[in-house]
């Protein structure tokens, strides 16, 4: 194999199409931010958009609902336009709304509809944590025992899931299929469109948590005729910390009424005529609970318009690139040093690559402590995610010489081999 030195790296950010959007984000000098797939970066942009919002609570009071530079009333909405995009869905199917965990709530409150000897919900192993406890209450919720109404299709190595087991497992008395897009430690990515044509063959409504696949790579929910997915927009899509999520429902099932209802799935002619009769939005819109969170919404104004200009194809492309070149360099410069258990082909890969290796843990402390900020998965996995729209491919090539010497050196055996309380 061909040497991959400096220089060549150095050339492919040469022929970046998104290299100039680095320049929109705050980043620190002498700080490598691998760390996008759990908290991604402030961009200037989204910057300004809080400060807009702020303003007109500001200048406007009350009147900001209607009156401000972008109205309050319907901003869900209308930033549920430009996510559409990213998820490959009709603008009304979707809507900017609570949290991953909240909106699970909701969906799997209209979704989950059991009835005799059809009572079970189908999930896997790997999923997470999160997304268990809430499946686990909402069968509580309605009379069923987790201990076996909740099926986890089992992984083979403790890493990856294989598509034919999840279909193996989606019997006749399994009334809903719940599954991660990518997952959030390996990094794999499922086969959306397969697994939901076999769902439906067997009648069984299925939705995705998007939250490792938004804004990291497209998707076709419509198409595909996924029932319903949901996602946080803190990770790939730059939003904030806890910036408000998202989530999808098909067209087809804009009749149902939520789980959970709330004024801000009104019909919004008559949400305020305070009528004691539900009428729910006949869209996605409909599954909204309460009054929208408008400070954690307003990053989503700049960011999407990031998103906008620089499409989530070309992010994808990019994004590839990067992760393909950071395995490279990994075998180039430490061959048999870690396993790099996320899927190698381009088809299976989210955003992120997956190192395993017991000091795990410390490594990451030196990493910090050089200057690149991973994530650590415990108990030893290393998650490094080179972000499309701010990282570079020298950033990768830097990264990786760091890593490398810390190995050599074996720097890490000054930390604790042992997690932070966030981590
Ligand atoms: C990040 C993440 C969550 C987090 O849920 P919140 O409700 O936003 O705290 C849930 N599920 C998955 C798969 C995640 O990656």
Redesign the pocket.
Known sequence: MIEITRETVSLLDQNDPLASFKEEFHLKTNSIYLDGNSLGLLSKRAEQSVLDVLNDWKEQGIDGWMGGKYPWFTLSEQLAEKLAVLVGAKPNEVIVTG????NLHQLVATFFEPKPGKTKILADEL??P??IYALQSQLKLKGLNPETELIQVRSQNGLTLEEDDIIAAMTEDVALILL?SVL?RSGQLLNIERLTQEAHKRNIPIGF?L??SIGALPHELSKWGVDFAFW?NY?YVNAGPGGV?GLYVNQNHFSKTAGLSGWFGSNKESQFDMDHTFDGEQSAGGFQIGTPHMLSTAPLIGSLAIFEEATIEKVRTKSLSLTRLLMDLINQEMKDVFQVVNPLDDKRRGGHIALMHNDAARICKALKDNGIVPDFRSPNIIRLAPVALYNSYTDVYDAVQILSKIMKDKEYEKYENKREVIA
Request: include cysteine.
């Open positions: 949290s991953t965990t909240v999923t997470f999160s997304d991660p959030y948590d939250c490792h946080c990770k999520g």
